[in-house]
């Protein structure tokens, strides 16, 4: 399978923002990829820095004019594409969305984010509910998917359950970045945090790993900080964890990448841990915390 990841730096100009995305997907399409992974809430700026009910605004439904516009979009270069959306359920009640479109413009499925953050510059409470849709992977015309939403990719009981409901990789739309009052150790710390912990990921469960996330500088609307600047670092592990791209930190790109997905089979054989499993012995794993 090949794969196109698209690694963009937002305005607060939306139209501006969606016209380079499929500008980007055509020219991803052109080299090759069969499926291509935006980053999350990719159409503009990263709104959670603030609480702001106004932008609330922004939200849209599923199907709505974003699957409709890249639906067709799809449809054109033939390929699958994982898109980020605002979803607008109903009023007042409204999730970060990822929604997979067929190559032939239609919605193969959706996943709802269900680790929803409440950091500083990273108010997502205010504005998402947590996913009702479980972690349920989505068939497709390239394979069964595994999509997961940012914060999500902290935790290894997500990547473990996609798994095994039998993804074939698992896929991070991603918004991440770094405070600018934290020092250049504690965002080298940060940064290998991220990283290695997805390709944890990629070994414990022997799959591929895709990660796209935004990159650049985005202010602080209500001036209480200096913004984000969103660390790039889009990536591709393989089922051993082995890097088989790494993005730079700040610079827009496009890359395709080509992912052996029967090589997930031989990984799993030399290393068994679904085999090894004590599934007998975990009972613990529902529990919010164990004490003697």
Request: charged fraction near 25%; proline fraction near 5%.
């Amino acid at each position: 399978m090949k794969v196109g990841l698209i690694q963009q730096k937002n305005s607060a100009d939306r139209e501006g923002n969606v016209a380079k995305l499929q500008d980007s997907i055509r020219k991803a399409a052109a080299m090759g990829a069969e499926l291509i992974v935006l980053q999350e809430l990719h159409n503009g700026l990263y709104f959670c820095q603030t609480e702001d009910t106004r932008l609330f605004d922004q939200a849209e439904p599923i199907p709505g004019p974003s699957t409709e516009l890249f639906g067709k979009l799809a449809k054109e270069v033939g390929a699958v594409l994982v898109l980020s959306l605002f979803e607008r359920r109903a009023p007042g009640l409204c999730h970060n969305t990822a929604v997979v479109m067929e190559k032939d413009g239609t919605i193969a499925g959706k996943y709802r984010k269900m680790h929803i953050p409440d950091d500083p510059a990273y108010y997502e409470k205010f504005y998402f509910t947590p996913g009702d849709l479980g972690f349920n992977p989505i068939d497709t015309s390239v394979g069964r998917l595994g999509v997961l939403v940012c914060w999500d990719q902290w935790f290894p009981e997500a990547a473990r359950l996609m798994a095994m409901r039998g993804a074939e990789l698992l896929v991070y739309p991603t918004a991440i970045g770094w405070e600018s009052s934290d020092t250049e150790e504690e965002k080298r710390r940060q940064l290998g945090a991220w990283v290695t912990v997805q390709r944890g990921h990629a070994v414990a469960n022997g799959l591929p790993v895709v990660t796209v996330n935004r990159t650049g500088h985005e202010p602080d609307p209500s001036g209480q900080t200096a913004g984000i600047r969103f660390w790039g670092n889009s990536f591709v592990a393989g089922p051993q964890g082995e890097l088989l791209t790494e993005f730079p930190n700040d610079e827009e790109e496009i890359r395709v990448v080509e992912i052996d997905k029967a090589r997930s089979e031989n990984v799993r054989r030399w290393w068994p841990f679904f085999r090894d499993r004590r599934i007998d012995a975990y009972e613990g794993l529902g529990k919010r915390f164990l004490t003697e």
